[in-house]
């Protein structure tokens, strides 16, 4: 691990961290998460803001705490906007993004997480997540190279930005409520907020991957579900490459795709789960089907696409992929004046 990134936890001026938390019939997991939340060794303020559409009794066990309740309508809801909306609501210094079903199981995970905003120019917190016990294979080994021990700092012109797509997780992150006031969460079909940390980079912030700051999360996708989250994925990715800011073709996407499988069988192989290669084999087919006719989504008629996808309701709300036409950074307090801000937020214009 990268020990020069990790900021110490100081035990006194920690930020009020305001909790955003989207749910929908989750009552095996919002009571033990609203627990983990509010033993949290932290010295600040915390708030919890649930924004609930269940049919069950997952609102119940929320009101058993003391959270602060808000009732949205079920759908396919846009995670942009819906914590837009949320984070408008509350007035903490920090904004909380979790998934409701994650554990945590570090008294200071919050600070850890919260350390780093003494730099003014850290816009962006997000943790480690490691497997649940009984994960997948391919889920192990998806989310252990997704997010390494290794803890890393992304600036503008890094190389993390210059030879992939940029990652940042809304499952387990913090966001600086200045920054959010000034670049919100784009609306889009999803990896909204690996948009927005594009957007902050370009805008001269600073984005941290803290290892430390780790919490368990996993699915347990059928072959139909990853089909639809692949496809959702390879939908958004043409947003998020920019060729002259993110140097991501799909030809490599191609060739880091099948570099990926391979170290998946051989870690199959070397932790004895050998047998499942057979089942992976159809499963990462089924992702790769997934990725390739979602980058296609715009010469597939509506109809299809909303049998095809995850988010069915989206296409008749949005209509493409993202809300925004065009994105210029050009409210810019750190790293440059105006002139650099419009010239680096003509990059981001999207066609």
Not at 183 to 202: D, G, T
Not at 236 to 264: C, H, Q, W
């Amino acid at each position: 691990m990268n020990k020069g990134l990790l900021t110490p936890i100081k035990e006194k001026d920690m930020p009020k961290a305001s909790f955003i938390l989207p749910t929908r019939n989750v009552p095996r997991t919002i009571g033990p998460l609203l627990e983990a939340i509010f033993s949290q060794d932290y010295n600040g303020d915390i708030e919890v803001l649930i924004m609930d559409s269940s049919d069950d009794e997952t609102p119940e066990i929320a009101q058993r705490f003391p959270v602060k309740m808000v009732r949205v309508e079920s759908g396919d809801d846009n995670y942009g906007r819906e914590r837009n909306e949320g984070a408008a609501m509350t007035d903490g210094e920090l904004l909380i993004f979790l998934s409701t079903d994650i554990e945590i199981r570090n008294k200071r995970w919050l600070s850890r997480l919260a350390r780093h905003f003494s730099d003014p120019k850290v816009a962006g917190v997000y943790g480690r997540q490691k497997p649940k016990e009984g994960a997948t294979p391919m889920e192990q080994f998806f989310i252990r190279s997704a997010y390494p021990p290794e803890s890393h700092l992304s600036v503008l012109g890094g190389e993390r930005l210059k030879k992939g797509l940029f990652l940042f997780s809304n499952n387990n992150s913090a966001v600086r409520r200045s920054v959010w006031e000034k670049i919100k969460l784009p609306e889009m079909l999803k990896s909204e907020e690996a948009e927005w940390a594009v957007r902050v980079l370009l805008a001269g912030y600073k984005i941290v991957y803290d290892s430390e700051a780790a919490v368990y999360h996993s699915h347990h996708y059928t072959l139909k579900q990853v089909f639809r989250e692949y496809f959702d994925s390879g939908a958004t990715m043409p947003t998020l490459r920019r060729g002259k800011v993110v140097n991501y073709s799909m030809g490599r996407v191609f060739l880091d795709g099948i570099a990926f499988i391979f170290k998946e069988y051989k870690f199959m192989i070397k932790d004895g789960y050998w047998y499942w290669i057979p089942y992976a084999i159809v499963y990462d087919l089924m992702k790769f089907l997934g990725i390739f006719l979602g980058s296609k989504q715009k010469f597939i008629p509506p109809r299809v696409k909303r049998a095809l996808c995850k988010k069915k309701n989206h296409w008749d709300t949005y209509g493409d992929v993202i809300k925004e036409k065009t994105y210029r950074c050009i409210d810019m307090t750190v790293g440059g004046d105006k002139a650099t801000a419009e010239r680096r937020g003509k990059v981001l214009v999207k066609r």
